[in-house]
């Protein structure tokens, strides 16, 4: 077998990294566990499955190292990255009809740590009624808030901000632990003007904008200061952490990059469920093999048949009920210099800017340009003169989110501008990822399903319309010069035509291998993760939630993890 003449390879290149770059380096073949793809969830398993020096793991990750990236590493430089690049894999969705018929973006990364080494870095739990969701529909309550709140404090490194600015009204500790592994952090670098002026409209418009000292504690409803998967002032992802020096030399612990699993292998029925042997995996070309004694796959995009491929386990959804958040931006004009805009476009600024972040991982570029985000929800009066049911998960749980930031992303090249982001927190439009190919290196068929439904759209509206009047406070008058585009007196119709042509992709997608009850009629794993079906074969990533949760999905993805890799450790125990 290919697996075997290989291992008769391994000692001729001795490596003394523990990320190997190529296959021949590799110490074996023959591993525990095999886990497909090094991204935020993937290095959270390998993590903590190799704490127990009995189980051996390896790692097959497509894509390259953040090692020295240094994109990935400063926090500001986050744009840079979601362009097409070797960083990449540059996947965009079918025409989607709830946008006038445009293709959106959908960035993933090509990269160790996965979306967790270039996403946006905001720091949201959702709400304790986003989980208490995923345990009702599972019928598993170690998925409720509060059996995973001691997850949560495994992932989550509280380190202060690189400025040391007091931050006491600024969060809560008693929701956050210091003792975790990925770090968390409010922002070293606030945009001051722009910062004061959202907290003093929670002081002058309580009632509609009430300020929440900490939205993660369960609770997110109100507007309060970001915080990030920030620190030191640099990026802290699963592979700085979860991979990070004091776990990657472990001797149970191996990485290959530019491995791409393409199949699952050594099929075999065990006490009538399906089961693998190991999997196939390309690198520079050729196809290589490794076997899982114990088996656990971390499964990205799962391909469906229908191409000639024939399919040993019939699971109808497979790649259904995609799940993504809309986002959509509205911007004003302002009388201020203090903005991203004026940093990106003034090289004498920028300059400063980097020489400031390279000296002490301070200034501007040690944070993401968020400064606060708002969470709330429509009226429930409203919601039913309507006639739509309340897509949230309870009465904690917000619809939308709001995203200040002193910006408007170059949109208006030579005027200075800020910018808010409105995200539909609890789409009801549903998507798909499927493939139209035989060939498993071809890229999967993506479909968000954007605004297809109109409870949607109707949230979007609603959004403006709270929005508009924040920015009527008085805090704003000699701050904010025009809104950009006449949003205040637009007709539905219009305001419709505005969040269909200019929505884009929050790169939440979630929810195509969901976690069901064992004995529903759907779904793709049961709610120990394990794939319905099928033994040894665990999918432990964002595609299992069951339901988007009402913030940006690292969070949660790690929590997922973090449980899935103790439930993993409780099945070989
Ligand atoms: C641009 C962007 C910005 C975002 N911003 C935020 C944010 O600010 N806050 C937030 O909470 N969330 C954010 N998210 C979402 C969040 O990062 C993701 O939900 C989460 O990281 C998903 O984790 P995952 O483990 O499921 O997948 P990933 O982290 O994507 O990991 C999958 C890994 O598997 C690898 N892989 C895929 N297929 C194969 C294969 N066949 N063989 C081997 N390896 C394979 C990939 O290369 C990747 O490394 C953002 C996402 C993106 C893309
Ligand atoms: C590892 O295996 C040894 C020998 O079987 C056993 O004694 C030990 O308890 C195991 N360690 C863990 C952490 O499971
Ligand atoms: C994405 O596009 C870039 C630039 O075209 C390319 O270098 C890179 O290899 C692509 N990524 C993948 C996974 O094919
Ligand atoms: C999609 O999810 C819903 C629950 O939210 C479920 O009722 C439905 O059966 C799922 N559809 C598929 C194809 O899995
Ligand atoms: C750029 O910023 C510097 C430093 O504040 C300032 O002196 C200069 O006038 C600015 N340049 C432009 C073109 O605005
Ligand atoms: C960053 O700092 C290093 C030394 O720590 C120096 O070699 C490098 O030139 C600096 N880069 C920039 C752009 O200032
Ligand atoms: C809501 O449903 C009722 C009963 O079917 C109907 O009379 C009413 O017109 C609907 N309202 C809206 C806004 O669609
Ligand atoms: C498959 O879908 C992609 C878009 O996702 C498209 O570019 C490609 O042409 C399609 N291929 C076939 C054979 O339909
Ligand atoms: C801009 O702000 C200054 C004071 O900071 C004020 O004097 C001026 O009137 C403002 N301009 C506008 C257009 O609001
Ligand atoms: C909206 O219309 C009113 C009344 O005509 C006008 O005063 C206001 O300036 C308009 N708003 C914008 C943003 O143009
Ligand atoms: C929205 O997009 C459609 C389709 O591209 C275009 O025809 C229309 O003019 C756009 N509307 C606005 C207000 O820009």
Not at 52 to 71: M, R
Not at 198 to 211: H, R
Request: proline share 6%.
């Amino acid at each position: 077998m290919f697996a075997r003449a290989l291992i008769t390879l391994v000692f001729l290149a001795p490596c003394l990294c523990k990320v190997y770059e190529d296959v021949v380096q590799l110490p074996g073949l023959s591993y525990d566990f095999v886990i497909v793809g090094g991204g935020t969830a993937g290095n959270v398993v390998a993590n903590r499955l190799t704490e127990n020096p009995n189980f051996s793991v390896l790692v097959l990750e497509a894509g390259v190292s953040n090692e020295g990236v240094l994109d990935s590493i400063v926090p500001f430089f986050v744009v840079n990255l979601l362009q097409p690049s070797i960083y990449e894999w540059n996947y965009t969705t079918v025409p989607q009809p709830g946008l006038n018929g445009r293709n959106v973006e959908i960035p993933r990364a090509h990269m160790l740590g996965g979306c967790s080494s270039h996403n946006g870095m905001i720091y949201t739990r959702g709400s304790a009624d986003d989980y208490n969701r995923f345990a009702a529909i599972t019928g598993d309550p170690g998925w409720s808030w509060d059996r995973l709140l001691p997850y949560f404090f495994k992932n989550e490194k509280w380190t202060p901000p690189v400025d040391h600015h007091d931050t006491r009204g600024q969060f809560d500790p008693a929701v956050h632990s210091n003792k975790g592994i990925n770090s968390v952090s409010l922002s070293a670098f606030n945009w001051p003007i722009f910062a004061n002026h959202v907290i003093e409209s929670t002081k002058e418009l309580p009632d509609e904008w009430p300020f929440n000292l900490d939205m993660n504690s369960g609770k997110p409803l109100g507007l309060g200061w970001l915080q990030s998967t920030i620190g030191d002032g640099m990026r802290s992802s699963s592979a700085t952490s979860y991979l990070g020096p004091e776990f990657i030399h472990r001797k149970n612990l191996h990485v290959l990059l530019n491995a791409q699993v393409s199949k699952l292998v050594e099929s075999s029925h065990v006490n009538g469920k399906l089961t693998f042997g190991g999997v196939q995996f390309a690198q520079g070309g050729t196809l290589f093999y490794s076997n899982g004694r114990k088996g656990d796959y971390s499964l990205r995009w799962s391909p469906l048949a229908g191409l000639g491929i024939s399919s040993l386990l019939d699971i109808p959804s497979v790649g259904r009920n995609a799940t993504d958040q809309p986002v959509f931006i509205l911007g004003w004009t302002v009388n201020s210099t203090q903005t991203l805009d004026s940093l990106i476009q003034n090289t004498t600024l920028f300059n400063e800017a980097f020489a400031q972040w390279n000296r002490s991982h301070t200034g501007p570029f040690s944070a993401e340009g968020t400064t606060q985000l708002a969470f709330f929800r429509l009226d429930s009066q409203t919601l039913a003169s309507n006639n739509f049911s309340d897509p949230s998960a309870g009465s904690d749980s917000p619809h939308i989110e709001v995203a200040f930031s002193p910006s408007n992303f170059g949109a208006l090249p030579g005027s200075q501008a800020v910018s808010v982001g409105i995200i539909v927190l609890n789409p009801v439009s549903r998507g798909s990822v499927t493939i139209n190919s035989s060939n498993p290196f071809d890229s999967p068929v993506i479909d968000v399903g954007f605004l297809t439904s109109d409870v949607d759209l109707f949230t979007g509206r609603e959004a403006i319309a709270k929005v508009l009047k924040l920015f009527k406070a008085p805090t704003w008058q000699d701050y904010i010069i025009a809104p950009i585009g006449d949003l205040e007196n637009s007709s539905d119709d219009e305001l419709d035509e505005y969040i269909r042509n200019t929505t884009r992709s929050t790169n939440h997608l979630v929810g195509t291998a969901a976690m069901s009850a064992k004995d529903a009629r759907y779904g793709v794993v049961d709610p120990d993760l394990q794939v319905k079906g099928a033994s040894r074969l665990r999918i432990i990533d964002a595609s299992v939630f069951p339901f988007i949760v009402s913030g940006h999905t690292q969070a949660a993805t790690y929590v997922i993890a973090e449980r899935g890799a103790d439930l993993v450790k409780e099945a070989w125990k």
